[in-house]
């Protein structure tokens, strides 16, 4: 009877945890939450003055992730050297999956100390990435200039590669500038390795360019891990406005984040961010978080 008993008790147990089981595999398999990024030169005005208020303004504002700019070895993060800007930022719950540094000197000369010093300090802040912000006049000029580009974001790819980092490229309007029937986007594109070399779109530069986001991410899908989430101002396309307040599509574009490959979006305000900086960063991480993510 004890163990008729014992078996009948037991197996009242499994059917009343089998009904927990459906649940189980929701929380095992749900999406990861996506999180609202910033920018951080759309505060550049602020942070030199204060960089601990306004990283502490930024989290407040509803921010998870920042992305860095500006970082030298002589003048660091504002002020901060790496270890002492990556506490700050874990005082206040955010990470830096990326930061933006100066590369014109690398892709020129080919000469890595520079770029070792940039993962060094995206080290030590548990950075992802690398990001390549900007290109010199010098450096594109015609398609063999991008095609140089090309091979040497290979090679920058190859070193941060070894150092647990990946290396990424972020995108103006010059790159979508024609030479015959490409562009020097199609051959960075074409021509960097995937395995090395990722890209983080700026939509604001695309859109404004004349090219569509949805057509890049079908031809070169899972290449755009991050994205610049920065609106155009309907009346003046020459200037930013809040995200959700502008002429960008931005839903249908998030429709597709997934072909994209895309993983952390950043806002940005590059023009027009005054007078209140951050009550502007702020509006547009609501709408990002309410409407987007």
Known sequence: MNSRRSFIKQTGL???????????????????????????????????????????????????????????????????DAKAFGDLLKQHGLKAPSGHYDMDGYIGTGNSDVLKTYIEAANILGSEYITIPYLGDHLRKDLDGFKRVAARLN??????????????????????????????????????????????????WVVRSGNDPLKLFAAHPKRFAMWHVKDMDKANHGLNTEVGKGAIDFKAIFAQAKQAGAKHFFVEHETNYQPNELASIKTSCEYLKANLL
């Open 14 to 80: 499994f059917i009343a945890g089998a009904a927990l089981l459906p649940s189980l595999p929701a929380l095992a398999f749900a999406k990861p939450k996506k999180v609202a990024g910033l920018q951080l030169y759309s505060l550049r005005d602020l942070l030199p003055k204060d960089v601990k208020g306004v990283i502490k303004a930024v989290a407040e504002a509803g921010y998870g992730e920042v992305e860095t700019y500006g970082y030298s070895k002589r003048d660091k993060f504002w002020g901060l």
């Open 155 to 204: 090679e920058a790819g190859t070193l941060c590669k070894a150092s647990g980092l990946k290396l990424a490229y972020h995108n103006h309007d010059f790159e979508f500038k024609k030479f015959g029937d490409t562009t020097g986007y199609e051959v960075m594109l074409k021509e960097t390795d995937k395995k090395l070399v990722d890209f983080e779109m700026d939509l604001y």
